[in-house]
């Protein structure tokens, strides 16, 4: 098969320093892309260099740039109490960060785009585990559904361009994340962050108890970023919607975005104790249960994206320990 993408690829990696993006430069260097033997280049400007946010910035950086493939990777992001505290910007944001990136790639004639989207746009009381038809079949989760709003419109966005003009954008769906670079923000956290916060800190300060929201039985699936990286250049090379062989839904249409995920889940309480107990912290767990629990299960299937070829390597254990072992401890108290 011939790859999609090519070693001597201008590549624009939008969000290079986020937790995804980080993961996702690592991954492509590994794999031999941007090398200068190839005449390959990853393009990753920092806020001050390119603000995405503004329209004529961005069309005027790939009018200069070129890129010839489009990995999308930056977005407004947060936990529960971010989506329901401030859901103007997480629309707003998300929105113009994808209009602009989408549109400029699209008119400036970039190859390839992978646009990355979130579990989280299906909807709260899906079928488990979630099929990528599940899209728009009944109303979201309220605590984060600006947020999805926005990654439905970006995908759409890319279903649209190939439909129309045949612009070859993808889109990945990832389920929740974890890793290296993570956002430990007190209030802005996702999930593992934000407990791996609490117990590490419990742990330092010898604290006796640590309160957790919610009442711990929602069922949550986890992903190390290293993984999603893996699957992102997996995709970019072999994914081609347009292939008689490339997955469909079970109407026998071709998908234009795909879950990716591990197909295991756990519940918020058993992930709990779990990091816990790889933390040390020995004292006790509290439930605050005047807190949401969000969505009560979301489980992505991820058979279309094993039957192309690819599958998770890092177990969760490994992958909190992973976590833990590069963790910037500064970073839990800079607020």
């Not at 006796?208 to 929201?213: A, G, L, M, Q, Y």
């Not at 999603?228 to 249409?253: H, M, Q, R, V, Y």
């Not at 998908?255 to 790889?278: A, F, M």
């Not at 040390?280 to 094993?306: A, C, H, M, Q, Y």
């Amino acid at each position: 098969m011939i790859k999609k993408i090519r070693f001597s690829d201008k590549i624009f990696l939008a969000g290079s320093s986020g937790m995804v993006g980080n993961a996702v430069k690592k991954s492509l260097e590994k794999a031999g892309y941007g090398m200068k033997i190839h005449n390959g280049q990853i393009l990753f400007p920092s806020k001050k260099e390119l603000n995405l946010l503004e329209e004529n910035s961005v069309n005027n950086w790939f009018k200069e740039n070129k890129p010839e493939v489009v990995i999308l990777a930056a977005a407004k992001v947060g936990g529960i109490y971010a989506n329901s505290h401030y859901p103007a910007e997480f629309l707003l944001e998300n929105l113009k960060i994808q209009i602009n990136v989408i549109q400029s790639a699209w008119r400036h004639n970039s190859r390839r785009l992978i646009f990355l989207g979130s579990s989280c746009i299906y909807p709260k009381f899906a079928d488990q585990p979630i099929k990528e038809e599940y899209l728009l079949n009944s109303s979201l989760e309220e605590t984060n559904q600006n947020y999805a709003i926005a990654k439905i419109a970006g995908l759409k966005l890319c279903e649209s361009l190939r439909s129309q003009y045949g612009f070859d954008a993808i889109t990945l769906m990832p389920t929740n994340l974890y890793g290296p670079h993570d956002n430990y923000h007190p209030d802005n956290s996702h999930v593992i962050a934000a407990l791996i916060r609490k117990f590490v800190i419990a742990k330092k300060e010898n604290l006796s108890k640590v309160i957790c929201w919610g009442t711990g039985s929602a069922l949550r699936e986890f992903m190390h970023v290293a993984d999603l990286a893996d699957a992102i250049i997996f995709c970019l090379e072999n994914w081609d919607p347009t292939s008689i062989n490339s997955p469909k839904d079970d109407f026998g249409n071709s998908l234009n975005h795909l879950n990716v995920g591990t197909g295991i889940d756990i519940s918020i309480k058993d992930l709990s104790y779990k990091i816990s107990k790889i933390v040390g912290f020995k004292g006790e767990i509290n439930w605050d249960k005047s807190k949401p629990d969000g969505t009560p299960r979301k489980l992505l299937d991820v058979s279309r994206i094993k039957k192309l070829g690819w599958s998770p390597k890092i177990d969760l254990d490994t992958g909190i320990k992973k976590t833990l072992q590069q963790l910037d401890l500064p970073s839990l108290y800079n607020f």
